[in-house]
């Protein structure tokens, strides 16, 4: 949306690859979208065992959504990244794809580890809010 506004803080660390803060004007349409989880149409996760690839699949399926709701990646105006892992490489992989997949869109997001997520062998999952003008 051309009206979003990424905010970063001059009183916080510059070298992060996301917006501290997202703003959208007011007339804005929210659009609230389920955890996009690595699942092919079949139903099956992908890339068991491949954080990468299952982010992958997360911001195709997060894509897809987005269209069929009447957005884009670039109307997304927050992220919440899931990893089901301990290792902080773990979730670096899935992050590098997720904030890749963005281009020069980097909104606000937050990257947890979790233990556990809801479908067999899923490692990934990718929450995002979008705003979109009507």
């Known amino acids: 949306m051309k009206n979003l ?26 659009i609230f979208l389920a955890g996009a989880c690595p699942l092919d149409k079949e139903g099956s996760t992908v890339g068991l065992q491949d954080y990468a690839v299952q982010a992958g699949q ?9 269209k069929d709701a009447g957005a884009s990646l670039r109307d997304v105006i927050s992220t919440r990244v899931l990893v089901a892992s301990t290792r902080q490489a773990d979730l670096v992989s899935a992050w590098n794809v997720v904030r890749g997949a963005f281009g020069d869109h980097d909104p606000p997001s937050t990257l947890l ?22």
């Open 5 to 30: 506004r990424l905010s970063r803080s001059p009183s916080l660390f510059s070298g992060v690859d996301y917006a501290y803060a997202a703003s959208a004007p007011a007339e804005a349409r929210l």
């Open 113 to 134: 580890g979790v233990t556990v997520l809801g479908y067999d062998h899923q490692l990934v999952e990718v929450e995002a809010v979008a705003a979109v003008l009507d």
């Open 58 to 66: 997360c911001m195709g399926n997060l894509a897809v959504a987005l």
